[in-house]
């Protein structure tokens, strides 16, 4: 054999030899699976909390994926994303975890007898098809997909309906099979059944048709359908009861029906329907606990007016699915003070008092992780064993009762999440509230403010102005442009706390009508508090005092930059508190007001009443208890109905209560604004690695600002790098081949 065939030979052998290695690389990678995720936050990698989740599951839980081929991005980046999410939940816990995908087409196309089953089976766990926008052939289109999944843990189901983004996707699968897991628990504790009461009069079937009402006559025997099928779901823990009023009003009395749909309605002509009266509604009861579920609407329709809305059967199930959860306690119970003019957690009358100021997205966050328990401490005292206490704008003074019931929560090792202005918000007097007059803002004083200051912390009668401010576009019939909103400062990365695990991946906030926080450093070394400072407003920021006016059209930066600085307006303490109460006599309860209805009682009987036991120390109140009239009190002092020191507890205060209000939260989760106060709520409920995971993925993800200089030298780089790159690299050509030429020539001189 030549020399020339052995070389070609050898490129032969050498390329099959290659070929071999590369098909055997790739059948080790089929059962050696690695990935490796650069990404800064490891947004494509489980975190911690997740893996736990579901390392901890001890029974099969089963994840089954209905998600149409084929889809056009993004849609297909979604679909990817899931399956490997997914896939790595299961590699964490490969005997209880299951991964199913199911071949499901468009309800449009052509599809195969598979394909079909499985879109029933899809609309039978409630999956059903949306319609979204793709591009094909030039021309815009409109397809039916299904993306969604259903998590089947034991009889119980949890679904996710539509999935059409991957932002937040591993905390919603994470914190569903968490309450899997706790539903499950709860469901098999319970030693009674849940009784789910219909109450339907049969009497407003006869002026249904009047009320647009259809199908009211087949609507009780599909919610006992509706029930039925839930009872498998929950370990046939439901029992289905129907009452009519109409024809046994005495069952309906022993119900609590104050809150249901109460109709009464005049002789009707039209129809020959006499006057009458019906209930319709819903309860959930579980021993002595009952929930409400509303099962008619009243909408004020423009020029139609009223129009009545009966709940779907569809929606009534989700209904007693949400409400079944809160009944037996799933998630985790939080406080809210309810009384003292605080913010209700709910929709707000635009024509209010307060510019139609509401908590409606910030109480649908909280009650999809928790129960969220009303106080009303001018009714009952502060719970035993609450986690934490949202305070959020009270406007009434608090009472020293109230006070010292706060005070004592937090030695107990309840958190308090408090959300306090500076100034109220008032109209003058004589103008409604729609009018063009400017609002007047008063100082506030609630009495938590002294509270706030004696454990270390004081809420300055100012409002924070601040040159980076959120800018407002101005309409062309102003002159176009911009308008700087000064007393809504943006707060930049650098200015928000990243040593707090849970605050590292926020990248920006912004804040709204928000007063300027100071500690008071000898309070905070007494007590051996841990003060974080969570954001501060920029370098140029200054503050307003005295007459507040929020009208961006007149408000200017001072003309000296002496006034410039940046200033603390979120804190975070925590350690062990002492009581403000130290020293000083228990506070007494208010007086409840009296009842003109009652008659007053008589000086015997006040004498001879017992005190509330919860206000004295246990053996005070018996001896008062039983004390005759004429004998004098004994001289019996209890002890321990006072803590003077706290357990290990935090405070999380900041002067705005706009940082909750529904213009800087919205319902999704995926603001910054969102995420920085669920995850201070989460942080006061022992939550810290749900909150890391929350913020993992970032939607507001700016660049670092860089200064003049750095810009100038980025600019000339890139405009005279490259070019001067290139004729570096020919002149180093140049430089190897003229030496080449030298070496050749002095072989052969």
């Known amino acids: 054999m030549t020399v020339k065939a052995q070389k070609k030979s050898a490129k032969y052998i050498k390329f099959a030899l290659y070929a071999l290695v590369v098909v055997l690389v790739n059948l080790v990678g089929l059962t050696l699976f690695y990935r490796a995720d650069l990404t800064g936050n490891q947004i494509y990698s489980l975190s911690p909390v997740s893996r736990q989740v579901a390392r901890t599951l001890s029974e099969p839980l089963t994840v089954k994926v209905f998600f149409t081929k084929d889809l056009p991005a993004p849609h297909n980046n979604t679909e990817m994303y899931l399956r490997d999410l997914l896939n790595e939940y299961a590699l964490n816990n490969k005997q209880h975890f299951k991964v199913q995908f199911y071949n499901v087409s468009s309800e449009t196309e052509g599809v195969s007898e598979a394909a079909q089953s499985n879109q029933q089976m899809a609309r039978e766990y409630g999956i059903q098809p949306v319609q979204i926008q793709i591009l094909e052939q030039d021309e815009l289109k409109f397809k039916q997909a299904y993306m969604g999944l259903v998590l ?43 009784t789910a009461t219909l109450v339907l009069s049969s009497s407003i ?89 509303p099962l008619l609407r009243v909408v004020q329709m423009p020029i139609f007016g009223e129009q009545y809305q ?54 649908t966050l909280l009650g999809k992780t928790y129960d969220v328990r009303q106080v009303d401490l001018q009714e009952d005292p502060i719970p035993e064993g609450l986690k934490s206490l949202v305070i959020a704008r009270p406007t009434e003074k608090l009472s020293d009762y109230a006070l010292f019931q706060i005070d004592q929560a937090l030695m107990r090792g309840t958190n308090l ?41 004081r809420i300055k009668q100012a409002m924070v102005m601040d040159e980076k401010s959120y800018r407002q576009r101005k309409s062309p019939q102003q002159g176009g442009g911009e308008q700087a909103v000064y007393f809504a400062p943006l707060i930049e990365k650098n200015n928000i706390n990243a ?39 920029s370098d140029r920021s200054w503050e307003m005092r005295d007459r507040i006016m929020l009208n961006p059209m007149f408000i200017q930066p001072p003309a000296s930059d002496n006034e410039m600085a940046s200033r603390p307006l979120a804190y975070l303490l925590e350690g062990s508190f002492n009581s403000y109460f130290k020293g000083k006599p228990m506070p007494e309860k208010p007086a409840a007001p009296e009842d003109p209805a009652q008659q007053e009682p008589s000086a015997d009987e006040d004498r001879n009443d017992p005190l509330a036991a919860e206000d004295l120390a246990p053996a005070t109140s018996s001896v008062q208890a039983n004390a005759v009239q004429g004998d004098p009190k004994p001289q019996i002092q209890g002890q321990g109905a006072v803590r003077d020191q706290s357990v290990p507890a935090k405070i999380f205060v900041i002067a705005s209560s706009k940082m909750i209000g529904d213009q800087l939260i919205e ?29 993992k993925e970032q939607s507001f993800n700016p660049l670092d600002p860089t200064g003049p200089g750095t810009k100038a030298v980025i600019k000339t780089v890139n405009m005279a790098g490259l070019p001067l790159l290139t004729i570096l690299f020919g002149l180093l050509v140049w430089w190897r081949r003229h030496a080449r030429t030298r070496r050749i020539q002095k072989m052969y001189s």
């Not at 539509?162 to 996707?169: K, M, R, V, Y």
């Not at 995926?670 to 749900?690: C, H, K, W, Y």
């Open 499 to 537: 040593q707090l695990d849970y605050l590292q991946n926020i990248k920006g906030l912004i804040a709204l009508e928000i007063a300027p926080l100071e500690l008071d450093d000898k309070q905070i070394a007494e007590q051996d508090i841990k003060a974080h400072k969570l954001f501060s407003s």
């Open 310 to 363: 009966l709940t779907s059967l569809e929606q009534l199930e989700e209904l007693i699915g949400t409400n079944l959860e809160r009944l037996i306690d799933i998630n985790e119970e939080i406080g809210y003070l309810a009384d003292f003019g605080t913010l209700a957690l709910g929709g707000a009358n635009p024509l209010g008092p307060q510019g139609g100021e509401g908590l409606e997205q910030f109480g």
């Open 667 to 695: 319902e999704s989760g995926q603001s910054p604004n969102t995420m920085f106060v669920m995850n201070m709520i989460d942080a006061l409920n022992g939550r810290e690695d749900i909150a890391v995971m929350r913020s």
């Open 152 to 194: 089947i843990h034991g009889d119980i189901i949890e679904r996710m309906p539509t999935i059409t983004a991957t932002a937040g996707l591993e905390y919603k699968l994470t914190t569903a099979i968490q309450k899997l897991n706790n539903k499950v628990s709860a469901l098999l504790a319970l030693d009674d059944k849940i």
């Open 417 to 457: 999440a408090i959300f306090v202005d500076a100034f109220e918000q008032k109209q003058p007097q004589g103008q409604p509230f729609m009018a063009n007059q400017m609002p007047a803002y008063v100082p506030l004083d609630t009495g938590l403010e002294k509270l706030l200051a004696h454990y270390g912390v």
């Open 205 to 293: 079937q006869k002026v249904a048709p009047f009320m647009g009402i259809k199908d009211l006559e087949s609507y009780s025997e599909g919610v006992k359908e509706t029930i039925e099928r839930l009872n498998t779901q929950n370990y046939g823990k439901l029992n289905f009861a129907h009452i009519d009023p109409s024809q046994n009003p005495d069952a309906a009395e022993n119900l609590k029906t104050d809150n249901l749909m109460h109709l009464r309605w005049p002789h009707i002509e039209r129809g020959n329907v006499a006057p009458g009266e019906g209930i319709i509604g819903m309860l959930l009861q579980y021993k002595d606990k009952v929930r409400e579920i």
